[in-house]
């Protein structure tokens, strides 16, 4: 193993040097920081007005078991044919409301902000990052994702999102994984939650192109042929949903449709939202909607600049590709963030040897007072922190939605 040098150039032999180092992972190091990012991600509740539709969809179809043909609710449209994408999302949202209240809302929005955080430390360990860095990169995710964390079918498309980055990531970082096929189920699920599935197979099928491109201009095709084979399995799993191939059609007709562009904040081009929330005079509105998504797209230029690398290129391109739809539909933003934070190798730049020396001390200390009572005392007050945090979050949020049920 190499050692690392001092500033004086002795050797410090035992320590890792940065491209050496184990990875580190929050879910391991700093579970109570994981969970505060999920209260910090769950804490902004407000309830659009498609919950109430969404839940007597979910009971009807409970009814009469099976998904909607035809419209039913609509006077002006009553009896045409519709199509119904989200309507197991709408089937467990009724359940959990019709069973246990707005605390069943509650239950899974903490859920899905709760998986999405935990694939997120997952994607960010794989970039071999330091601590410090994944939990500051982190919370700041869980800030900007708040907002788009409503009662909404939508919560499951960041869940499964975050997973795909995650496995994306073990597969470009570690070599090929058998862990990227749990996608294949992943998308016949994800096909009847929610619409933005579409945009996860978008990730897949670019990230096999581009990595089918490199890997045949280094001589080898076997990887570019198992990702394309994963990546059609994945396609066909989407059909397995009541309406068959023309849930694409309707979710890929609604990014065309020119009424809800001009209708629908968040289906507006990301300058055009700045501009109308500028002259509302709601500066934080602008702040969290538009200005956080560009900060944080300032921020993966900055790290593939710091120091590229071809190994960046496939997560780095789903990245691009993400960040420029955003600039033409506002609703692209919160899953480009997701996709775009720590796909760089350059984080691992970021850690220097001295933090790693740091880092190795921390881990002797840590081992030699691991069955202290203090630092078991330690612990608990951290959890028990945490734990009230959360409640405190979910106390708030019930009080502010006091009136779901009225």
Not at 227 to 239: E, I, M
Not at 355 to 366: F, G, K, L, Q
Request: hydrophobic letters at 50%; a positive charge; proline letters at 4%.
């Amino acid at each position: 193993m190499n050692t690392a040098t001092s500033s004086n150039g002795e050797a410090l032999a035992g320590v890792a040097r940065p491209e050496e180092a184990p990875r580190a992972n929050l879910l391991r190091s700093a579970p109570v920081f994981v969970l505060l990012a999920v209260a910090v991600t769950s804490e902004w509740n407000h309830v659009n007005p498609d919950l109430w539709r969404q839940i007597l969809s979910g009971r009807q179809i409970l009814h009469t078991g099976s998904a909607h043909l035809y419209d039913i609710f609509s006077y002006t449209a009553y009896g045409l044919p519709v199509r119904d994408h989200e309507w197991l999302a709408q089937v467990v949202m009724a359940l959990l409301y019709d069973a246990l209240g707005v605390r069943g809302l509650f239950a899974l929005k903490l859920l899905c902000a709760g998986a999405t955080m935990a694939s997120l430390a997952c994607a960010f360990a794989e970039t071999g990052a330091s601590a410090r860095l994944q939990r500051i990169i982190l919370i700041l995710i869980a800030i900007a994702l708040a907002p788009n964390m409503q009662f909404r079918p939508q919560l499951f498309t960041f869940a499964l999102l975050a997973l795909e980055a995650a496995l994306l990531a073990r597969e470009t970082y570690r070599g090929p994984a058998r862990s990227l096929w749990l996608m294949v189920p992943g998308f016949a699920l994800w096909a009847n939650l929610h619409g933005g599935f579409i945009a996860g197979l978008g990730a897949m099928g670019l990230f096999t192109v581009v990595t089918g491109v490199v890997e045949f201009r280094s001589g080898h095709l076997r990887r570019g042929a198992a990702l394309s084979a994963l990546t059609a399995a994945c396609a066909l799993a989407t059909l397995a949903n009541p309406f068959g191939f023309h849930v694409w059609t309707t979710v890929l007709s609604s990014t065309t449709n020119a009424t809800w562009h001009k209708a629908m904040a968040d289906w507006k081009p990301l300058p055009k939202a700045l501009v109308e929330e500028l002259r509302a005079g709601s500066l934080n509105g602008a702040l969290v909607v538009v200005l956080v998504p560009l900060g944080f797209f300032a921020a993966l230029a900055a790290f593939v600049a710091l120091a590229p690398s071809g190994d960046d290129l496939p997560l780095v391109s789903i990245a691009a590709v993400f960040i420029a739809a955003t600039f033409r539909i506002m609703r692209f933003a919160p899953l480009a963030e997701v996709l775009s934070q720590c796909r760089s190798r350059a984080m691992r730049s970021c850690t220097s040897d001295d933090e790693y020396r740091r880092a190795s001390r921390a881990r002797r200390i840590s081992a030699s007072v691991r069955f202290s009572p203090r630092s078991w005392l330690g612990r608990w007050r951290g959890w028990a922190a945490c734990s009230r945090i959360v409640s405190r979050c979910i106390r708030d949020s019930s009080t502010r939605s006091g009136r779901l049920r009225s």
